[in-house]
């Protein structure tokens, strides 16, 4: 399923093929601290993704780097260790047909907000929802 997005301005977009592992909503402090809220991302194998424009990228620890916007600060990108990167789901153009399939670093959360009942849900890291794809 081909799917595209990009930031708010226009200047970076990007188009993949998939396939698409479903939307992880993750709580950690970074995700909260470069967001304002937290991150619900989606992720492809990095072969797959087409990049048009040029991101920013910024380390944000030993082991990840962000990238966005450097005109309108869009956040796009968490790229990691591991044969996929991550795409903020907010900026895919809809409708995607993906589906948030649960919840990482919930220890981490803000005390502002709720998860839903029911949602699967991992105090930290949890491969078996971020690495998978469906």
């Given at each position: 399923?081909r799917l ?6 226009g ?7 998939g396939p698409w ?19 619900s991302?989606?992720s492809v194998p ?8 040029e991101?920013?990228?910024?380390t944000s ?9 450097g ?8 790229d ?6 991550s795409?903020?789901?907010?900026t ?10 649960g919840h990482?670093f919930?220890?981490d959360?803000?005390d502002y907000y709720?998860?839903p009942?029911?949602?699967?849900r991992?105090e930290g890291y ?7 794809v469906?």
């Amino acid at each position: 399923m081909r799917l595209t997005g990009g930031c708010l301005c226009g200047a970076v977009t990007y188009a993949s093929e998939g396939p698409w592992r479903p939307v992880i909503a993750c709580h950690c402090s970074q995700c909260r601290k470069t967001t304002g809220h937290y991150v619900s991302a989606t992720s492809v194998p990095r072969e797959s993704l087409e990049v048009m424009g040029e991101p920013k990228w910024f380390t944000s620890s030993d082991d990840a780097r962000r990238g966005f916007c450097g005109t309108c600060g869009s956040q796009l990108f968490w790229d990691g260790a591991g044969a996929n990167i991550s795409i903020m789901a907010g900026t895919l153009d809809g409708p995607t047909g993906l589906e948030t399939k649960g919840h990482i670093f919930c220890a981490d959360k803000g005390d502002y907000y709720e998860i839903p009942d029911g949602a699967r849900r991992a105090e930290g890291y949890d491969p078996d929802l971020t690495t998978r794809v469906d």
